[in-house]
């Protein structure tokens, strides 16, 4: 290990105060990532020479779901009023408990478990959403009529929109882990959302409120999702998403991308910063929202380029597809990815956070008690120093991204085997979307694996 290495392991194993927000981790990767991201590549890259030979019949069966029995949706009015009561009480956490992120429940509950935890177990288990999501339930025991109804014309965009401004707050802010400053957006966020729903009904939650959007976005990537059971992501691949849905499933991935890369050495080197004495987040907030928006911008304008690229070269063959309608059927294939970075990426962080949380609910208000089970709960972050574990965490996120990736090869192929039917031009049409997907296997390989300096 040469100097430089040296010094990186020293600075992991400094103890120093975690952080509660959701972007900010300690972990330096000290591993030959080089070995392990050549091999990632070549996986994504041989799943695609592989699906080139298989026929569009068989990739359309393969997401064929077994269709079983609707089953009820379950007590969602009540979980849905426990869950505003639960919201309710950390928001009094976060405005009348201990200041510290790190023991107040309030910025601890919402990026740890809701942020980092909720959005993978909605994409790979069950929709943990619909029994959770804090308007309905009260909305309901209310049952007021909706005045006003909501143009047709917005579609979802003003959710896409309210996803920017969440990630702008999350990624930009100074303090977005601040308890009182969490708890008061948080609450005037929720009360936002209550009053659109009195007023335009459910139409609210299921275009604008963003939360709910992305959720189901991410849910149809389940292998269970009412009523079948088959191949992750055949739910999405059974109504194309529209094109505001479509450009969020892209703005998943571009803002978990940056939030990655905003960490980085050579990001902060890129802004004239010491990565080894980063003057605070107030100092790159100009910086770090123009990027969040090029990033954004980027990503859109790249894979419309590549769509473009594979309607042209299809085109040639003599099948034409209109671009618009393609966009739209391919963004859904890009979902797998950013769900798979969004899980690699905060692994480390919520293996970290997670002890907090449970610690914290050994005294929420910072009064001196000491509640069983919890009040046994102590810290432990020994296993980022020890080789064993590190390399286990590093196979899962890399497994995590590639896997993903992997996914997306499949559902591409089966869009394109629904977009240009009879196999002429079904090759084509992906040429360009496999190139954006080789790069970003590489791309997400070694966002992390570079070293942190925030």
Not at 6 to 14: E, G, M, S
Not at 92 to 112: H, V
Not at 309 to 332: K, Q, S
Request: proline content about 7%; overall charge positive; hydrophobic content about 55%.
């Amino acid at each position: 290990m040469g100097r430089f290495g040296k010094t990186l392991l020293c600075l992991a194993l400094v103890p120093g105060e975690a952080a509660a927000h959701a972007a900010e981790q300690g972990f330096v990767l000290l591993l030959p990532t080089d070995i392990y991201g050549a091999a990632g590549t070549a996986t994504v890259a041989a799943s695609m020479l592989l699906m080139a030979l298989v026929p569009g019949r068989l990739a359309i069966g393969m997401f064929r779901p077994l269709r079983l029995s609707r089953t009820g949706g379950g007590p969602s009015t009540a979980t849905s009023l426990a869950s505003t009561l639960v919201f309710l009480t950390l928001v009094a956490i976060g405005l009348a408990g201990p200041t510290d992120p790190q023991i107040n429940l309030m910025p601890l509950a919402l990026w740890t478990v809701w942020w980092m935890a909720l959005l993978v177990v909605q994409g790979l288990f069950f929709d943990v959403w619909r029994w959770v999501e804090p308007w309905s339930g009260l909305w309901r025991l209310l049952a007021v009529p909706p005045p006003l109804r909501l143009p047709e014309r917005l579609g979802a965009w003003p959710a896409v929109a309210l996803f920017l401004c969440f990630q702008a707050f999350v990624l930009v802010d100074p303090a977005p882990n601040d308890p009182a400053r969490l708890a008061t957006v948080a609450l005037a966020y929720w009360a936002f959302t209550f009053a659109g729903m009195l007023a335009f009904g459910r139409d609210w939650l299921t275009r604008v409120e963003f939360v709910t959007v992305l959720f189901d976005l991410v849910g149809r990537l389940r292998a269970w999702h009412r009523p079948g059971l088959g191949l992750p992501g055949w739910a999405a691949l059974e109504a194309p998403p529209d094109g505001a849905r479509a450009v969020l499933c892209l703005a998943i991935l571009a803002t978990g991308s940056f939030d990655g890369l905003s960490e980085t050495f050579w990001w902060l080197a890129r802004l004239g910063l010491n990565p080894l004495e980063f003057p605070g987040r107030s100092a790159v907030l100009l910086p770090n929202l123009l990027g969040l928006a090029a990033a954004v911008a980027a990503l859109v304008a790249v894979f419309a380029a590549s769509i473009r690229l594979g309607t042209w070269l299809a085109a040639r063959r003599g099948v034409r597809v209109p671009f618009a309608p393609a966009f739209d059927a391919f963004a859904i294939a890009i979902l797998p990815i950013g769900l798979g970075y969004h899980l690699a990426h905060y692994l480390v962080t919520f293996l970290v956070q997670g002890q907090y949380v449970l610690a914290a609910l050994a005294d929420p208000f910072a009064r001196g008690w000491a509640l069983p089970p919890f009040d046994a709960v102590r810290i432990r972050t020994g296993f980022l120093a020890s080789p064993g574990p590190v390399r286990t965490i590093w196979l899962t996120q890399a497994g995590a991204v590639v896997a993903s990736h992997v996914l997306s090869v499949l559902m591409a192929h089966r869009i394109a085997a629904r977009l240009a039917p009879g196999g002429r031009g079904m090759l084509a049409l992906q040429a360009g979307l496999a190139g954006l997907m080789i790069f970003y296997t590489i791309f997400g390989l070694w966002l992390l694996a570079s070293p942190r300096g925030t």
